[in-house]
């Protein structure tokens, strides 16, 4: 993706994330090209978000957590009235982003932003969409109240996450096998009335909240690269690297099946 400025600054993510909060853990910069490579359930949970959106052209679209810039390539191409503003916290993500986008140039701008800690943009935003992000972020109040202040009045806002029940089967493996633990506060899969109550605090209406239970079944040679790239990443990025293949392997063995019991959180609201 890109800035909207010359050409240089393009290349450039320019941090836009504020906070009056004490400083926390830096958000994972993901291994976009393992990332990437990996058979993503993600593809038709953003074709979801964008089915829902309805995006018109000439509209600004703010979308948080591009990844690679694979939802925002699919907004574009068909949209080409319509400009995006994308917002991601890992410098590698916005990378790969940069490059799937650079065909949409003029219309994107690019920014690395720490979620968690709230977040501006610096202009207001027609609709504002989100995939596979959110359950990245312990709270979503910041989130959900720098959405409404960013959306013009009307404004939609439409997301796909990890949702209540999600990964299970994953964590019971996981504490099956021990010598390591999740570090603290790095998901949170809420739930709908949670989720309503939130958004309604933020000042929306409309709200429309629902729980998709889609697991995804993976031969044994993609669990491992699966588990270690998307489930298992920060688990694995406070152990000893000569560790880390061993602990996938175990986890992974102990698994009663090479399902992955995703459960997406859905919704739909707008700023009155």
């Not at 404004?155 to 796909?160: E, L, M, N, Q």
Request: proline residues 8%; aromatic residues 6%.
């Amino acid at each position: 993706m890109t800035d909207p400025q010359d050409k240089a600054s393009r290349s450039t993510p320019q941090p836009t994330s504020t906070s009056a909060t004490s400083p926390v853990a830096s958000p994972r910069d993901w291994d976009a090209a393992t990332y990437g490579a990996l058979p993503l359930p993600h593809v038709g949970w953003g074709r979801r978000v964008l089915d829902r959106l309805r995006p018109v052209d000439g509209e600004t679209i703010l979308e948080l957590g591009c990844g690679t810039g694979r939802d925002a390539a699919v907004l574009l191409a068909e949209h080409p009235g319509c400009r995006l503003v994308a917002l991601d916290g890992s410098p590698r993500m916005l990378t790969a982003a940069a490059q799937t986008l650079a065909p949409y140039a003029e219309r994107v701008v690019l920014r690395q932003a720490d979620l968690r800690e709230g977040f501006t943009v610096g202009e207001p935003v027609d609709a504002v969409m989100s995939v596979a992000t959110l359950h990245w972020i312990p709270d979503h109040g910041p989130v959900f109240r720098s959405v409404a202040a960013a959306l013009r009045p009307g404004g939609r806002f439409v997301v796909d996450a990890g949702g209540e029940g999600q990964l299970e089967r994953v964590h019971r493996a996981a504490r099956l096998v021990g010598g390591a633990t999740q570090p603290a506060e790095t998901t949170h899969f809420a739930g709908v009335e949670e989720t309503r109550a939130a958004l309604g605090a933020a000042g929306f209406v409309d709200v429309a909240v629902r729980l998709r239970p889609e697991p995804l079944v993976l031969d044994e040679a993609t669990l491992r690269p699966f588990l270690a790239t998307i489930i298992l990443g920060e688990v694995l990025r406070g152990m000893p690297e000569e560790d880390r293949d061993a602990y996938v392997d175990a986890v992974a063995r102990a698994m009663d099946e090479p399902v992955i019991d995703y459960v997406r959180l859905e919704f739909e609201a707008r700023r009155p």
